[in-house]
């Protein structure tokens, strides 16, 4: 099984800043991570081993113009989930 929740918007740098922090915030400490998601909110048990990723691309295009753009990638196994079980869920 597999569920995404995606939202974007246009939002100003300040408001971009605020959103993450409230992510990490969240991921720090122990317990459940509640993500909001648009008008959604998600919650996560996050491992206390977290994968990350940053990837940067830039871009020039004559007619679209430059255009830069940040990935961010978090992934863990929730705590207390077997391999066999994952493994069901993923098929």
């Not at 992510?23 to 994968?51: C, F, Q, W, Y």
């Not at 020039?60 to 990638?73: A, D, F, H």
């Not at 978090?74 to 994952?86: I, R």
Request: glycine share 6%.
């Amino acid at each position: 099984m597999v569920d995404k929740t995606l939202a974007a918007d246009e939002v100003t740098r300040e408001e971009a800043a605020e959103q993450l922090r409230a992510l990490a915030d969240e991921l720090e400490g122990e317990g459940p991570a509640t993500v909001r998601t648009g008008n959604k909110t998600v919650d996560l048990r996050p491992s206390e081993s977290i994968a990350y990723e940053v990837g940067v691309r830039e871009r020039s295009s004559i007619l679209r113009g430059n255009r830069e753009t940040v990935t961010v990638k978090l992934d863990w196994k929730p705590p207390n989930v077997s391999e066999g079980s994952a493994e069901a869920e993923a098929e």
